[in-house]
């Protein structure tokens, strides 16, 4: 299909017909999700769940790409479905219109084969890494907060998220509450989570497994630290 064309130097066809026949849930249609979502939806990962029970509000209009003056006090995951009809109208995006937490977690992760947080909850994080556990599914963590972030990938019984956020120091939100969220942070590391999902269902190339990538563009340090 001409619509991936400029994929074929870089993936094969098989790899796009991979991708076509693919389940990617993203949890979260915010800053993260909403440009993962839209990197999925071009690249044609074909069926891709996205789980957000919030409204954009105009607050979200520095940043997330799909909220614009028009869709102010709409729902984020619905949005998000209704734009990508219009990027890629081949693939499915199911729209989930609830919060995810430990009541529903099993229910809404189950069937994919890779889950990615674009969350800005500590507590609904360590969740998801441990359903995707329960489930045997990787997941792609990301997180932002002033001119920083981190992605790490995450496959069962890995509990990276356990040393990035101990027990005894966790807060119920990051350090974007603290430090804000410019504009340009949110596209870099989503689109390195979107490679590191990729990476998974093509099952090619080295992951950021059991490593974490801490990215500094005040300072332009990429730094890659093990576990």
């Known amino acids: 299909m001409k619509r991936y064309l400029?994929?074929?130097n870089a993936l094969s066809v098989k790899e796009i017909e991979k991708l076509n026949s693919s389940k990617v849930c993203v949890?979260?249609?915010?800053g993260l999700g909403g440009y993962i979502i839209e990197m999925l939806g071009r690249i044609g990962v074909g069926y891709i769940t996205a789980i957000d029970g919030d409204v954009f509000d105009e607050t979200n209009l520095n940043r997330q790409i799909v909220s614009h003056v028009e869709n102010i006090g709409m729902g984020k995951a619905e949005e998000t479905k209704n734009r990508m009809k219009l990027v890629n109208p081949h693939i499915h995006v199911e729209a989930v219109?609830?919060?995810l937490d430990n009541s529903n977690a099993t229910t809404l992760l189950k069937d994919h084969n890779v889950i990615v947080d674009a969350l800005d909850s500590i507590k609904t994080r360590i969740i998801v890494q441990s359903t995707s556990t329960k489930l045997n599914i990787p997941m792609v963590h990301g997180a932002i907060g002033g001119f920083y972030g981190q992605v790490t990938t995450i496959f069962p019984n890995?509990?990276?998220?356990?040393?990035?956020?101990?027990?005894n120091?966790?807060?119920d939100k990051g350090v974007e509450e603290e430090l804000g969220n410019p504009s340009f942070i949110p596209p870099l590391v989503a689109s390195i989570q979107v490679a590191e999902v990729i990476k998974i269902?093509?099952?090619r190339g080295d992951l950021l497994r059991k490593k974490v990538l801490f990215i500094d563009v005040l300072n332009n340090n990429f730094d890659l630290v093990k576990f």
Do not use: A
């Not at 890995?158 to 027990?167: A, G, I, R, V």
């Open 158 to 167: 890995d509990k990276t998220l356990d040393f990035l956020y101990p027990e």
């Open 201 to 203: 269902l093509i099952n």
């Open 97 to 99: 219109k609830t919060m």
């Open 6 to 8: 400029k994929n074929m």
């Open 169 to 171: 120091s966790r807060v």
């Open 27 to 30: 949890i979260g249609c915010g």
